[in-house]
């Protein structure tokens, strides 16, 4: 399995913005899709975005939730072992507890299915008031 590791989260007020990183481990697959979800108290955790990297080729596809796509913005680094979910005009509604997850291949039809993704982090909290 892939190991992952975020950071980033914190407390913000309504508006402000957020910088999420999603660290991968080295994983020697040819590509691997890495998507963030997020978990609000009380309501099931829903897709935010997801990316699907191949290896030693920078950038990749990306797609967003149209929930958050004028908001957020998924990224890759260069080489593909950080993935960062730039947060922008803040809700109250986005607090959640965030979390990346891997899995072989997705797409745009298919990145949003929870149980493909066989790596999750342990999350980090998001909290805008």
């Known amino acids: 399995h892939v190991q992952l590791v975020e950071s980033g989260g914190g407390s913000v007020q309504s508006g402000g913005s957020l910088r999420l990183s999603c660290a991968i481990s080295?994983?020697?697959?040819?590509?691997?899709?890495v998507g963030w979800f997020r978990q609000a108290p009380g309501k099931e955790r829903e897709g935010v975005a997801a990316t699907y990297m191949t290896t030693g080729i920078s950038g990749g596809l990306v797609y967003t939730s149209g929930s958050v796509k004028d908001r957020f913005t998924l990224s890759p680094d260069n080489n593909g072992r950080t993935i960062y979910l730039q947060m922008t005009a803040l809700k109250p509604e986005d607090t959640a507890t965030y979390y990346c997850?891997?899995?072989?291949?997705?797409?745009?039809?298919?990145?949003?299915?929870?149980?493909?993704?066989?790596?999750w982090g342990q999350g980090t909290q998001v909290t805008v008031s």
């Open positions: 997850a891997a899995r072989r291949a997705c797409t745009s039809k298919s990145w949003h299915a929870q149980a493909d993704y066989d790596s």
């Open positions: 080295d994983h020697g697959q040819r590509g691997l899709c």
